[in-house]
């Protein structure tokens, strides 16, 4: 298991997420425990990029429920097709929203977000999870931002694959 991340804060976006997702990997590597390994990749997320608030919502019946995550505090509940994550969910695309103040029936979790990219995490094209990023800035996010996330949400794909201990 990786204890520290190796990530050049000087370099571009793209490169950070490429220089990250192996040390991902890493990180939940041999690790079996769902819970274990969303909540440190919601760390390293956040240690390596700044985000305001980084997260999973699980897929639960008819509801997104709060999982690991780190930031303030959230929402814990969300209903399909609700908000930002509910629309990625419902619509199983991602999300990249520049201002949320501008999104038709935002949650306001918290009053500081400003820019959100919600990626689902999809097991055999079902989403099983969303994974959560906000900004307290506007229009924060990047396309790299959006590959680099798409391709930890599809690393965490696998991790719905194994089971839980």
């Not at 429920?65 to 509940?77: E, H, K, M, N, S």
């Not at 103040?101 to 009053?111: E, K, V």
């Not at 079902?126 to 959560?132: G, K, R, S, W």
Request: glycine residues 8%; contains cysteine; charged residues 20%.
């Amino acid at each position: 298991m990786a204890e520290t991340l190796d990530i050049n804060a000087n370099a571009d976006r793209q490169q950070q997420y490429t220089d990250l997702l192996p040390q991902l990997r890493g990180l939940i590597s041999g690790e079996p425990n769902l819970t274990a390994n969303l909540a440190n990749l919601a760390a390293a997320l956040r240690q390596s990029f700044g985000f305001f608030w980084v997260g999973f919502y699980l897929v639960d019946g008819d509801e997104l429920v709060l999982g690991p995550f780190q930031g303030d505090i959230a929402c814990t509940r969300i209903g399909f097709g609700q908000g930002v994550c509910g629309a990625a969910w419902q619509e199983a695309t991602t999300q990249w929203v520049p201002d949320v103040d501008a999104f038709p029936g935002h949650i306001a979790c918290s009053s500081q977000s400003r820019s959100e990219v919600v990626v689902p995490v999809l097991v055999d094209d079902e989403v099983v999870a969303v994974l959560d990023i906000d900004s307290d800035q506007l229009d924060d996010f990047t396309e790299a931002d959006v590959e680099g996330l798409q391709a930890i949400a599809s690393l965490c794909s696998e991790l719905f694959l194994t089971p839980a201990v």
